[in-house]
């Protein structure tokens, strides 16, 4: 079992540059995450796809970051156009299920720097 | 407001010395709290959860709802133990959405 993947796992852009990150959640798991974690900050969800459904998207700043899940198994996330501050490392979970029981395996991060 | 407070950014202890990594959170309503775990060059992972009261690599965490901590403990502690740890929180509600701490990382010296 590979586990959660994810790449790029690492990226370079000037900013107002697009970028994509693309992640497979384990086989089965209906849930997934997108987290951003910040250098020395834990990880903040971004959005949460039950299936192909954004169920929560609260925080995903919709001006420039956009996501989708269209089959219901891969996912991509995009940021369009980047700025310096999105400088992080963009983290893909996945669960079996959505709830609090469900535990939650992460992916190795892929980590961009926009210069 | 829902929040998570590692107040160490580092805790450093000698091999074979008691640690305690301290978490305290707030959370209006009856919170799973989680404790997960980041390796050198490794992915992050979950460690233990408090609703299974169980111990993982010989760490044990008590939630305590009248002062809100949950604080993740290990008598002796070794070498491999070094690593970021992070406490989370999730709840009903919260559809799995996890609340992280900002982390402390554990640096066990020999």
């Known amino acids: 079992e590979a586990g959660v993947v994810q790449s790029p796992r690492y990226k370079i852009i000037e900013k107002k540059q697009p970028v994509a990150f693309w992640c497979n959640p384990i086989s089965g798991h209906n849930t997934l995450y997108w987290y951003l974690q910040n250098l020395g900050q834990g990880p903040e969800l971004l959005i949460r796809y039950e299936n192909e459904e954004a169920v929560d998207d609260s925080q995903l700043p919709k001006d420039r970051f956009s996501a989708e899940r269209l089959k219901g198994v891969d996912s991509t996330l995009k940021i369009q156009p980047a700025e310096l501050g999105d400088s992080a490392v963009y983290l893909c979970?996945?669960?079996f299920g959505g709830g609090p029981e469900e535990t939650q395996y992460f992916g190795p991060g892929t980590r961009l720097l926009v210069l | 407001a829902q929040r998570v407070t590692q107040p160490e950014k580092l805790l450093s202890v000698f091999k074979g010395a008691p640690v305690e990594l301290k978490c305290n959170y707030s959370y209006s309503g009856s919170p799973e709290l989680f404790w997960y775990v980041q390796y050198s060059r490794q992915r992050l992972q979950l460690l233990l959860r408090?609703?299974s009261r169980e111990s993982i690599k010989g760490f044990t965490a008590d939630l305590n709802k009248g002062e809100t901590s949950f604080h993740l403990k290990k008598p002796f502690a070794q070498e491999e133990d070094s690593a970021m740890y992070y406490c989370?929180?999730?709840?009903?509600?919260?559809?799995?959405?996890?609340?992280f701490g900002q982390g402390t990382e554990l640096s066990v010296k020999p």
């Open positions: 979970a996945s669960s």
């Open positions: 989370a929180l999730s709840g009903r509600g919260q559809g799995g959405k996890l609340i």
């Open positions: 408090h609703i």
